[in-house]
């Protein structure tokens, strides 16, 4: 089956003048097939937000393909772009800043049906009536405004743009962060329901693992520009392989009070390095509490595992066992 979207080899470097630049993507490469949803994991300053500015090509990639359905749009010009945007659609972070304040709720989710000519005067109204009542929202709110609003309406009304036209690919970067704890739930379980019933692929980018659990069926996991580990997120949770992904999985917090005060943690030391000047070698040694020498001047590959699970970047996962860090 042809893939929604494949990325091979993307690299996205910005300029920091003195000659200096910022690699902020460095030669990522994934796939998502039709009805899927990838969940891409990492902590702020890993290139996950990039490369979702990539896919929507908001910002041109220095190297490296892009495909949309089998489309090459790594150097398509925008006015080649303009109809495929009908199929790929964004959720922002914060729904306050994403939509314009002037316009009624009701001009705003019916923007995408104007822009590409889909449907004007009453069904165009119809259409939007019906998508804010598929996101949870009275159809009557379309007269009103974004300061008039909760964040969670907000957030809501920000979905129902994007998923308007029916698109094939929806890019959701960091949907619920910007949220209260009370709202995120309600949000998640929204996106998931959407997108069983309509059937969209997903890039859900996100710093938090937990809030990927239920809705991702692949997680893959980004570190300081490059992929480190992916697999089925039953996989992933169930057996975490890179040191990175173990550290996040044991950050995530979990439900259950007593699971979350009897489990072990792995603390990373410092920051994330400056993507001005990434460490030699495998990029985490940095922090990596099981680095060994050879950690710190040759690059591990992402290859897969000896065992067939999903592909790891890390020498000690792919060359011989599997630390367990909560043992250290
Ligand atoms: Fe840690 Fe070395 Fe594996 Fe990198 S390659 S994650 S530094 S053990």
């Known amino acids: 089956m042809t893939p ?18 910022v690699h902020a993507v460095d030669g990522a490469s994934l796939s998502i097939a039709p009805g899927e949803v990838l969940g891409l994991v990492g ?16 910002t041109d990639p220095t190297a490296g393909t892009i495909r949309l359905d089998d489309t090459d749009i790594t150097h398509l010009s925008r006015r080649a772009l303009r109809p495929l945007r009908r199929d790929v659609h964004i959720v ?34 119809d259409r939007v009536a019906a998508m ?8 009557s709110l379309s007269r009103r405004y974004p300061h008039e609003l909760s964040g969670g309406q907000r957030q809501r009304v920000g979905l129902a743009r994007s998923l308007i036209l029916e698109p094939k690919l929806v890019v959701a970067d960091e949907p619920v962060s910007a949220l209260d704890v009370s709202v995120q739930a309600s949000v998640l379980n929204l996106m998931t329901d959407l997108q069983r019933d309509m059937g969209f692929s997903c890039l859900f980018i996100t710093h938090d693992l937990s809030v990927v659990k ?23 949770f169930a057996s975490p392989q890179h040191p990175y992904t173990q550290a996040l999985l044991s ?10 005060r009897e489990r072990s943690r792995v603390v990373l030391g410092g920051d994330i390095p400056s993507p001005l000047d990434p460490p030699a070698g495998c990029r985490f040694h940095t922090r ?11 690059e591990p590959a992402l290859v897969s595992r000896r065992d067939g699970g999903g592909p790891v970047a890390c020498h000690l996962v792919t060359g011989a066992d ?5 043992a250290i």
């Not at 994403?98 to 109204?125: C, K, M, Q, T, Y």
């Not at 950050?251 to 979350?260: C, G, N, Y």
């Not at 990596?288 to 040759?298: D, G, L, Q």
């Open 214 to 236: 239920y809705l991702a069926d692949r997680i893959a996991v980004m570190y300081l520009g490059q992929i480190v580990e992916t697999g089925p997120a039953a996989e992933i």
């Open 4 to 21: 929604v979207l494949e990325i091979d080899g993307l690299v996205k470097h910005f300029g920091a003048g003195r000659g200096q630049a």
């Open 43 to 58: 902590e702020s300053g890993s290139g996950k937000s990039t490369v979702g500015r990539c896919i929507l090509r908001l």
């Open 92 to 125: 922002f972070q914060d729904p306050y800043s994403s939509l314009n304040p002037r316009f009624s709720v009701g001009r705003i989710v019916g923007e995408p049906l104007r822009r590409h000519r889909v449907a004007s005067g009453r069904e165009l109204a």
């Open 251 to 260: 950050a995530a917090p979990v439900p259950d009070p007593v699971e979350q």
């Open 288 to 298: 990596c509490p099981v680095a060994v020498e050879r950690c710190r001047t040759e």
């Open 322 to 326: 599997v630390p367990d860090l909560t």
């Open 132 to 139: 804010l009542e598929r996101v949870g929202l009275a159809a």
